[in-house]
Nanobody, 124 residues
Framework: QVQLVESGGGLVQAGGSLRLSCAAS????????MGWFRQAPGKEREFVTA????????IYADSVKGRFNISRDNAKSTVYLQMNNLKPEDTAVYYC?????????????????WGQGTQVTVSS
């Protein structure tokens, strides 16, 4: 199994940037495809982005394409989410998640391992 801990959330003005980190421990990090999801108050958890085991393949939700970037450092067992040009509608709790699939996928149901989440608030 893998344990996931997110960090880097906070309050930022619209147009600003944040970088989230997700540190993994347990089984070999490079065995996992990693994803970021978010959940706004009163809404369902939704897919944001995901990255393959090697980092060579990434996918993004349309709402964040061109603004967010996912990356990973397997030597540090950490996945990152660089968020630029943030908008108030990006306000949510952000979760990282892991699965053992070969390719990244957007379905929440494919991720059995989850972190506790980190709050991102974007003010207008």
């Amino acid at each position: 199994q893998v344990q996931l801990v997110e960090s880097g959330g906070g309050l930022v003005q619209a147009g600003g940037s944040l970088r989230l980190s997700c540190a993994a421990s347990g089984r070999t990090f490079s065995s996992y495809t990693m994803g970021w999801f978010r959940q706004a108050p009163g809404k369902e958890r939704e897919f944001v982005t995901a990255i393959s085991r090697s980092g060579g393949s990434t996918i993004y939700a349309d709402s964040v394409k061109g603004r967010f970037n996912i990356s990973r450092d397997n030597a540090k067992s950490t996945v990152y989410l660089q968020m630029n040009n943030l908008k108030p509608e990006d306000t949510a709790v952000y979760y990282c998640a892991a699965n053992t699939w070969v390719l990244p996928a957007p379905s929440i149901y494919l991720y059995p391992y989850w972190g506790q989440g980190t709050q991102v608030t974007v003010s207008s």
